[in-house]
């Protein structure tokens, strides 16, 4: 019987094992973020909710307990987000580390993950300083 199976050159395998490495380090760290900026969003809403339901009076709760549970509410989403960008930021400069000890990763990919990274960090930072003035909000209500 003929092998009509192309032979596969050993340097491409070993290109194609370290492209899905480096993807595989990229998209842990980026996945278990975005779980985790939906559980702040999902905090975040129901905050906000309860909160307009007090003040329209929807449900019957005391002003000013329906801004320390919203304010709470907000405050761990907060902390869930921040704990959740610095282990981001461990896992993914372990990954850029990882990407400058293979041999064939180039500056270039390494950099481009440490932008990548710094991209999350920084939108990360920016919905914190978001959830900051929401706060503020809900206190010079009342």
Request: with cysteine; charged share 15%.
């Amino acid at each position: 019987m003929i092998n009509t199976k192309p032979q596969t050159d050993p340097n491409e395998m070993d290109e194609i094992k370290h492209i899905q490495a480096i993807s595989d380090l990229t998209t842990h760290p980026e996945d278990l973020l975005s779980d985790w900026i939906a559980v702040s969003g999902l905090m975040l809403t129901t905050s906000i909710l309860f909160y307009h339901m007090a003040r329209a009076k929807t449900i019957k709760v005391d002003p000013r307990l329906a801004k320390v549970v919203a304010i709470s509410l907000i405050l761990i989403s907060t902390l869930y987000l921040v704990y959740a960008l610095m282990t981001y930021t461990y896992r993914m400069n372990n990954t850029v580390q990882h990407c400058r000890e293979f041999k064939k990763c180039t500056d270039k990919q390494a950099n481009q993950i440490n932008n990548i990274k710094n991209t999350y960090i920084g939108i990360g930072i920016f919905t914190v300083l978001a959830q900051a003035l929401i706060v503020y909000i809900v206190l010079s209500t009342i």
